[in-house]
DNA sequence: ATGAAAGCGCTAACAG
DNA sequence: CTGTTAGCGCTTTCAT
C-alpha cells in the first residue's frame, strides 16, 4: 500500500479525445501556425523569441486540450525510434532478468525505451533480433551471442548495424563486448576454499569452448600456481547440467578421503554437486566445502550452504546500454569492459 | 552448442549500405515507379495484377540490394507502432519473468514486439507506461497494478486508451484483468494438507485489502467448510514479509503440540516459515508440513520439502496479450480471464 | 499492368 | 516574433 516517489512527470490529463490531438488542432484552436505550437512544445521557444504571452497560451492550450505528441511522427521524422532491443538468453533465469532491469534503467535515463526479447539458445530468434535492427524497430541491440548464431553477427556488423555484446564475444568479431570478469571470480573462489588447509580441492564445470568456462578455469589454474597448491581434480563437464555434474560429483566423494572444496564454477553444475552432496550423506562445512557462480536464490534456505560469486548483473545492463548509447551518437567506445564480481560467504 | 531449429526467416542479406535503401532505391534501379514496388513488397501484387516478371524482378534486386521495410514509416503510415508495452511488478520475481516470456512469445505470435518495463511498485513508473501509451510509443499496455496508482488507471481508461490488467483488478474499473484463480489454489493447498489426519492446519498470508490474500484466503476458508474441519489458526499478517511469518510462526510452533500442516499463501511467508522451522529444529514432514504459493527454485534441494501452488505465469502472460491484441481489432474481450493454478507435490 | 499524387504528424530551414 | 514550405518513407486511392 505504500505510495511511491519518483518520476514528478506531467500528470496525466482527464481530457478524453477518442482521435487523437495533434499540433495543428492545438495551433487552430489558437489561430497560431502549426510550427509556433512546435517552437513552443519542443522547448525551443527561447531560439525563436517566442513572446511569453503566446508561450503561456500555447502551452495551456495543449495541456487543457489534452495534446500528446505522436511518438511515431517525430520517430519518423527523426529517424531515430528511441527504442533499444535486449536480446538475452533466458528471461527466467534472476541473472538475465537482474540484467533487463539494469538495461531497462539506464535505457530510461537517456530517453530510449528497451524491448526485451528471449533468445531461448535460438539462433532464429537472435536473427529476428537483428531483423527488427535492420528495419529500424529499435536503433541499437543489445546481445548476448547465440551458439551458431556468429556468422550472421558479423555479417550485421558488416552491414554497419550498431550493436554491444554481453556475456560473451564472438571470436573475431570486433563490436563491444560486456562481460563480468570471470578469471577474477575464480580467484575470489579459490581463496575462499583455501581457508581451510585440509581439502582436496576440486573444480567442476562446463566444455572449454564455451569461453565462459575457459576464463573461469583460466583464473583457477593461475591462481593455483601463484598459491603453490595441487588441484585433486579439474572436472570439465561435456555439458554444463546438473545431471553430469551430480554423476561425476558422486564418483569423486566416493574415490577422495579427504574432504572436498569444491569450486562449482557455473550455477547448474552447483546444483549437480547439492545432489550429490545429499545422496552421499555429505555435510557442510565439515565434509565437504563448496563455492558456486551466481546467486541463489534463498541461499540460506538450503540444506547445505554455499558461498557465491556474483556478479553485477545489472551493472552488465548498465554498462552494455551506455556504451551502446555513447556508439549511437558516433562515438568511439571501448571494445570490452569487464566488470569485477564479488563473493558472498555463507557458512 | 546445440543450433536452433524454429523460424525459417528470410536470411540477411551480406549487402551493406551505410543510408538504408529505400524503395525509392529500388524502384530507380529498376526503372519502375516506387508504388509499383510498393505492391509487389507488400504482397499485393495480386490485387494490382503486377505482371510475373515484374514481381521476379522487383523481389530479386530488392534483396540484391539489401532492402528492408522502414519500420518507423510503416508505422507512421498506419498510425500503429506494432509494439505492447508489458509492465510488471519485478523482473527479478522469476513469477513475472515467466509472464513477461509467455507474453513476448504471443506478441511475437501477432506481429507485436513487447517493450518490458520494471514498476516496482512505483506509481511514477506506472504513469511514465501510460504515457507511453498515450503517446502512441506502444499500440496497447498490459499492466500489474500498482498500489496508489489506481486512479491514474481510471483516467486512461476514460481517455480510451487501451489496456489490460494481470493479477490484480482496479476496483470499479471496467477492463479485463488475467490472473490465477487463487480460491482454486487454497483448494489445492488445503486438500494436500489433510491427507494426514493428525495435524493442526495453519494458514498465514498477508493482509486482506490485498485482493490476491483475500481470494486466497476465501478459497481456503469455504473449503476449510466444505471438508468439515476448523482451522487451529487463521494468521493475517499486516505485511507478507518473511521477517513478520518467521516471528509469527516460531510463537505458533511454542503453543501447539500438534504437528502443524502449513499453508503459507505467498512466497515470502513461506520463506519466513521455513525459517522458522530450521529456527526451532522441527523436520517435515514429521513435525510440520508445509504448503507455498508460487514455485521455487531449486525446491529440491531446501532444507524442507516444499509443496507448492503454482500459477501458470506463461498462461497469463499469453492471455494478457490475445486479449490485448483482440481489443485493438476493435473486438469486444472478456472482463474476467481465470487461470486454474497447480500442485507441485513435494516430499 | 503501372504510375502520379496525396498525406500520415512533426520539425527545421528560411522568409518576412 | 511568427508563418510558409518542404520533406522524412511508405501506402493507397485513383488515373491511365
Same mark, same amino acid.
Given at each position: 500500500?505504500?505510495d511511491?516517489?519518483?518520476?514528478?512527470?506531467?500528470?496525466?490529463?482527464?481530457?478524453?479525445?477518442?482521435?487523437?490531438?495533434?499540433?495543428?488542432?492545438?495551433?487552430e484552436?489558437?489561430?497560431?501556425?502549426?510550427?509556433?505550437v512546435s *517552437?513552443v512544445?519542443?522547448?525551443?521557444?527561447?531560439?525563436?523569441?517566442?513572446?511569453?504571452?503566446?508561450?503561456?497560451?500555447?502551452?495551456?492550450?495543449?495541456?487543457?486540450?489534452?495534446?500528446?505528441?505522436?511518438?511515431?511522427?517525430?520517430?519518423?521524422?527523426?529517424q531515430?525510434?528511441?527504442?533499444?532491443?535486449?536480446?538475452?538468453?533466458d528471461?527466467?533465469?534472476?541473472?538475465?532478468?537482474?540484467?533487463?532491469?539494469?538495461?531497462?534503467?539506464e535505457?530510461?535515463?537517456?530517453?530510449?525505451?528497451?524491448?526485451?526479447?528471449?533468445?531461448?539458445?535460438?539462433?532464429?530468434?537472435?536473427?529476428?533480433?537483428?531483423?527488427?535492427? *535492420?528495419e529500424?524497430?529499435?536503433?541499437?541491440?543489445?546481445v548476448?551471442?547465440?551458439?551458431?548464431?556468429?556468422?550472421?553477427?558479423?555479417?550485421?556488423?558488416?552491414?554497419?548495424?550498431?550493436?554491444?555484446?554481453?556475456?560473451?564475444?564472438?571470436?573475431?568479431?570486433?563490436?563491444?563486448?560486456?562481460?563480468?570478469?570471470?578469471?577474477?571470480?575464480?580467484? &575470489?573462489a579459490?581463496?575462499?576454499?583455501?581457508?581451510?588447509?585440509?581439502?582436496?580441492?576440486?573444480?567442476?564445470?562446463?566444455?572449454?569452448?564455451?569461453?565462459?568456462?575457459? *576464463?573461469?578455469?583460466?583464473?583457477?589454474?593461475?591462481?593455483?600456481?601463484?598459491?603453490?597448491?595441487?588441484?585433486?581434480?579439474?572436472?570439465?563437464?561435456?555439458?554444463?547440467?546438473?545431471?553430469?555434474?551430480?554423476?561425476?560429483?558422486?564418483?569423486?566423494?566416493?574415490?577422495?578421503?579427504?574432504?572436498?572444496?569444491?569450486?562449482?564454477?557455473?550455477?547448474?553444475?552447483?546444483?549437480?554437486?547439492?545432489?550429490?552432496?545429499?545422496?552421499?550423506?555429505?555435510?557442510?562445512?565439515?565434509?565437504?566445502?563448496?563455492?558456486?557462480?551466481?546467486?541463489?536464490?534463498?541461499?540460506?534456505?538450503?540444506?547445505?550452504?554455499?558461498?557465491?560469486v556474483?556478479q553485477?548483473?545489472?551493472?552488465?545492463?548498465?554498462?552494455?546500454?551506455?556504451?551502446?548509447?555513447?556508439?549511437?551518437?558516433?562515438?568511439?567506445?571501448?571494445?570490452?569492459?569487464? &566488470?569485477?564480481?564479488?563473493?558472498?560467504a555463507?557458512?
Open positions: 500500500m505504500k511511491s516517489p519518483e518520476p514528478p512527470d506531467q500528470p496525466i490529463p482527464a481530457v478524453p479525445g477518442l482521435r487523437p490531438i495533434r499540433m495543428k488542432d492545438v495551433a484552436q489558437l489561430g497560431l501556425s502549426q510550427t509556433t *517552437h512544445l519542443t522547448g525551443k521557444h527561447a531560439r525563436y523569441r517566442i513572446s511569453a504571452a503566446t508561450v503561456e497560451r500555447v502551452w495551456k492550450t495543449a495541456e487543457k486540450m489534452g495534446y500528446r505528441v505522436n511518438a511515431m511522427a517525430r520517430a519518423f521524422r527523426a531515430k525510434s528511441y527504442a533499444l532491443s535486449l536480446a538475452v538468453e528471461l527466467s533465469n534472476p541473472f538475465w532478468a537482474g540484467m533487463a532491469i539494469g538495461a531497462e534503467r535505457a530510461d535515463r537517456h530517453g530510449y525505451s528497451l524491448v526485451v526479447t528471449h533468445l531461448a539458445g535460438n539462433a532464429g530468434r537472435q536473427r529476428r533480433a537483428l531483423q527488427f535492427l *535492420h529500424s524497430r529499435v536503433d541499437g541491440l543489445i548476448s551471442p547465440v551458439c551458431g548464431g556468429d556468422r550472421d553477427l558479423v555479417v550485421a556488423h558488416a552491414q554497419g548495424l550498431p550493436f554491444v555484446q554481453i556475456d560473451r564475444a564472438v571470436p573475431g568479431l570486433d563490436m563491444p563486448c560486456v562481460r563480468t570478469d570471470h578469471a577474477a571470480g575464480s580467484v &575470489l579459490l581463496r575462499h576454499l583455501l581457508r581451510r588447509k585440509d581439502r582436496a580441492i576440486v573444480y567442476i564445470s562446463g566444455p572449454l569452448d564455451v569461453p565462459t568456462y575457459r *576464463h573461469r578455469l583460466d583464473g583457477f589454474q593461475e591462481e593455483l600456481k601463484r598459491s603453490g597448491v595441487e588441484a585433486a581434480a579439474i572436472e570439465v563437464l561435456k555439458e554444463a547440467t546438473a545431471e553430469h555434474a551430480e554423476t561425476r560429483m558422486i564418483k569423486l566423494l566416493e574415490r577422495q578421503r579427504r574432504p572436498l572444496a569444491v569450486y562449482a564454477a557455473n550455477f547448474f553444475t552447483t546444483v549437480g554437486a547439492l545432489r550429490a552432496f545429499r545422496a552421499a550423506g555429505k555435510a557442510v562445512p565439515d565434509d565437504v566445502d563448496i563455492v558456486g557462480f551466481d546467486d541463489i536464490l534463498m541461499a540460506d534456505l538450503l540444506r547445505y550452504p554455499v558461498t557465491t556474483d553485477n548483473v545489472g551493472a552488465i545492463g548498465r554498462e552494455a546500454v551506455r556504451l551502446l548509447v555513447k556508439m549511437l551518437a558516433g562515438a568511439e567506445v571501448e571494445r570490452a569492459v569487464l &566488470l569485477p564480481p564479488h563473493l558472498t555463507r557458512t
